[in-house]
């Protein structure tokens, strides 16, 4: 769990400062507010869907970028792992995404990344984000104080589709 954790913050850390890698994420295709990625890693090949969100709120919150990922690693045999960042460390346990009546608690997280580490949870969010139109994820900062990220879920089985066949 800690190499997966340590994974996760050192890629999307250096992906959202747009540091240069050994190797850059290559566009596999932008569908509407989504985009599917893939790149190696040195250990094997890494695919993603990511997205931005659409509104952020309180607006005068200085943050970095808020960010929504599925990924797949094929050597590691992960599938659907979604994972978010609101741009900045998050109070444990305070991620939650909401779409209609459902409700799903990102319940890890290290620094500025959460995570939904059940796998049985995350194909559940999954299935709702093919169906929405939009998922809001809300949080806490470690003061505690709130955000609300929106996101369009518009394109969302296409690049999700795109990533998933990619590391197939």
Known sequence: MTKKILFICIFFAGFLSKATFAVEPKSLGKYKNWESFVYNDGKGKVCFAQTIPTERSPKNFKRDESRLFVTFRKEEKIKNEISTTSGYAYKQSSVIANSGKNQFLFSESQGKFAWIPDGEEEFNLIKIMKKASKLSISASDLS????????????????YNTAKKSCA
């Open 144 to 159: 505690g104080k709130k955000t609300k990220d929106l996101y369009s879920m518009m394109g969302f089985t296409k690049a």
